[in-house]
Every structure is written in structure tokens, then in C-alpha cells.
Nanobody, 120 residues
Framework: VQLLESGGGLVQPGGSLRLSCAASGFKFTNYHMTWVRQVPGKGLEWVSSITNGAVLTSYADSVKGRFTISRDNANNTLYLQMNSLKTEDTALYYC??????????????RGQGTQVTVAS
């Protein structure tokens, strides 16, 4: 199983970034998928999840209305469109298999992360 995140970088407050997560080694369409993030010294924070068929999405209150999760099942790729970025969005962003309820279970997988830094 491999989850490879990309698209992070340095952006000014109010800016946008689009994160991607390329999945391989498992049947992508069988899995709900999730984005989580982590600030140094703090625990993992759930950001957003999408069901395997992309019918349902859910968001943390802190990102609702600014972030959009999506997936391309034909190309085994998960996305996170981040708009109106704030300094508090600065974190290492990971994609993970699983729903908003079970992404942290040890049976699920997580990538290596991509750094997002929001600063002027």
C-alpha cells in the first residue's frame, strides 16, 4: 500500500492550495478516504472524509466552507482543495484510508504527508 501526498507549499493568508494523494497497492474504490493534519507537538486532527463512491463528504468545523475534498476513482487519486487559507491551517497534511470514524484504526494506512505553510 502506498499513499503519496503532494501539492503542499508556502502560501499567503487568503491563498489557495490543492493537495493530491496518489494511491496504489490496494483497491482504491473499496475505501473511504480521509485527510488529517498535524502541527508539531500536537496530535493528529481530522480534516475531511469522503465515502468510497464520493457520494458523501464531511468536514471539520474549522475548515467547513473553505476546503473541498474530492476523489478520482478512475485514477486512484484523492484531492483536497483549500481556499481562504489561514495561518492556523499550517500543518503537515496526510491522506489516510478510512472514514471519519475509523481512519485512526491501526488497520488503516496513512501517507508520509505534505507540508502546508500559511504565512505572510
Amino acid at each position: 500500500v502506498q499513499l503519496l501526498e503532494s501539492g503542499g507549499g508556502l502560501v499567503q493568508p487568503g491563498g489557495s492550495l490543492r493537495l493530491s494523494c496518489a494511491a496504489s497497492g490496494f483497491k482504491f474504490t473499496n475505501y473511504h478516504m480521509t485527510w488529517v493534519r498535524q502541527v508539531p507537538g500536537k496530535g493528529l486532527e481530522w480534516v475531511s472524509s469522503i465515502t468510497n463512491g464520493a457520494v458523501l463528504t464531511s468536514y471539520a468545523d474549522s475548515v467547513k466552507g473553505r476546503f473541498t475534498i474530492s476523489r478520482d476513482n478512475a485514477n486512484n487519486t484523492l484531492y483536497l482543495q483549500m481556499n481562504s487559507l489561514k495561518t492556523e491551517d499550517t500543518a503537515l497534511y496526510y491522506c489516510a484510508t478510512g472514514s471519519h470514524r475509523d481512519w485512526a484504526d491501526p488497520t488503516n494506512y496513512r501517507g508520509q504527508g505534505t507540508q502546508v505553510t500559511v504565512a505572510s
